[in-house]
């Protein structure tokens, strides 16, 4: 992928006759690069270029993968480790949940992809459709519309206030091809940020080719995503439709839990996944050694507690010895159902099937569906896992406890599964062991204490706006807390 970027950068270059003298480049937001993809050829590359800026190697791989079980209270560095930080420098602030600027590279990464992904559409509208392949053009399309719509999903998620129709925080809409003219803007609002989405969604579901592989954008991709925006926004009743039109014959689960993972880039169970080329496996590959390899990171003592006597905790967790500083720690756990050896990097696996069967159980259960009904998808899991819990809860209170287990069983150190589910379920408090005790010591000195540290941590569930955005962008508002 790397290899590509460069290759389109040299295009570029090439064809860009003002780029001739370093020192007299315009800023970055003024380069003119019109008549730099001309071709259909050019413009695949580009496409490419732009799904590369999905979270890739190194660092940008382990923030959104592992980040959101670490501050869900499900996963933390080994107790014999006694200096350092897992996951940076989150770990010395885990009592208050503080991460200020622990989002910076998610947020640079999302907009990359949008400015990309806009630039390519206008590029796209030069280049007459005879010269593609029939109907190619307008795939394409629809695969920069899916690419922006997953960027805007992924960043309200993170820095704004979705839970919010009527908040002011959502994101910044960037629908124009940078300038300095629109350098400066202010957010838009939660509810605008989902029409936004929406409205890029409404062109994929049409546009998009049909499912091919995992890392390609596609009509199943899109209505994957569709069920995933009506089920953050909310919208429960929708979103348990949606997620029951997403899930076909085209992406059915796997035959077994253990297959999702062993196969990874060839299951077709995985609707939509960020995959790695040779040459970035190896950063990928040195990150997942560290965190799960080598073992410096591990399930916490309350999800393992959770995930107790179900079949998949041989595949999600994994126990064994430790060397650590010429030292053996025997039987420790570590999460084993992303590592497949120290020289084979795992893909972010963004969507997958098994997720729109939890978002249609949860959101039928919100929607005041059958406990019959809700409690169906969540059945058909746990026979593919080969559990014997398949009774049906005998109430509302049960269900709930039973679908919040199954997020945390089924999709743990994926995608930050679990953070999302200790949010919706109430249970960060009963997860993290760390803000629990904070919260005792906060409660020993006082009820104000008490109530001013849980509205830190309610502002906490979101990340602020990185500095450089609002150093740059006076418009732009930061989030309440920070």
């Avoid at 995933?228 to 085209?250: K, P």
Wanted: aromatic share 12%; net charge negative; hydrophobic share 40%.
């Amino acid at each position: 992928m790397k290899k590509i970027i460069f290759c389109f950068l040299m295009i570029v270059s090439l064809t860009n006759c003002q780029l001739v003298d370093v020192l007299e480049q315009d800023p970055m937001y003024k380069l003119d690069l019109e008549g730099a993809i001309t071709t259909p050829d050019m413009a695949e590359l580009a496409l490419l270029g732009t799904y590369s800026y999905l979270p890739s190697t190194g660092l940008n791989y382990i923030y959104p993968v592992l980040s959101g079980s670490f501050m869900s209270g499900c996963m933390l560095r080994q107790d014999f480790i006694t200096s350092g930080n897992a996951i940076y420098f989150s770990e010395r602030y885990l009592n208050i949940l503080s991460y200020s600027s622990f989002g910076d590279g998610e947020w640079k990464e999302a907009y990359n992809i949008i400015k990309n992904a806009n630039f390519l559409l206008k590029a796209l509208e030069g280049i007459n459709e005879k010269d593609f392949k029939p109907g190619r053009k307008t795939e394409m399309i629809g695969e920069c519309h899916f690419l922006i719509a997953f960027a805007y999903y992924r960043l309200l998620r993170q820095f704004g206030e979705y839970w919010d129709m009527t908040s002011k925080y959502g994101v910044l809409i960037r629908n124009e091809l940078p300038a300095v003219s629109n350098a400066v803007k202010a957010r838009a609002t939660v509810a605008d940020s989902y029409k936004e989405i929406f409205s890029h969604l409404e062109i994929a579901l049409t546009q998009t080719p049909e499912y091919t592989v995992s890392t390609l954008a596609s009509k199943q991709a899109a209505k994957a995503l569709k069920a995933e925006v009506l089920f953050l926004q909310g919208d429960y009743e929708n979103a348990a439709i949606a997620a029951d039109e997403a899930i076909t014959n085209v992406n059915p689960l796997e035959n077994s839990y253990e297959d999702v993972f062993a196969k990874a880039e060839s299951s077709k169970e995985i609707i939509f996944s960020r995959g790695f080329s040779t040459d970035e496996i190896s950063s990928v590959s040195y990150y997942l050694e560290q965190s799960c390899g080598v073992g410096l990171w591990g399930p916490t003592q309350t999800y393992l507690d959770l995930i107790e006597g179900d079949p998949r905790q041989s595949v999600v967790v994994d126990q064994k010895d430790i060397t650590y500083k010429g030292n053996v720690y025997p039987d420790r756990y570590t999460v084993g159902k992303l590592y497949r050896g120290a020289d084979a990097g795992m893909p972010v696996l963004f969507m997958r099937t098994a997720e729109l069967y939890l978002i249609k159980a949860e959101a039928l259960a919100r929607s005041n569906a059958s406990i019959a009904d809700a409690w169906a998808p969540i059945k058909q899991l746990r026979i593919r896992a080969g559990s014997s819990q398949l009774a049906e809860p005998a109430t509302r209170e049960a269900l709930m406890e039973e679908i919040f287990k199954e997020w945390l069983v089924e999709l743990a150190f994926e995608n930050w599964h679990e953070w999302f589910a200790v949010q919706r379920f109430d249970k960060l408090f009963v997860m993290s062991e760390s803000l629990s005790d904070q919260l005792a010591k906060e409660q020993e000195e006082g009820d104000s204490y008490a109530e001013a540290y849980l509205e830190r941590i309610r502002w906490k569930r979101i990340y602020n706006i990185p500095t450089a955005e609002l150093n740059a962008n006076a418009a732009c508002e930061p989030n309440p807390g920070y």
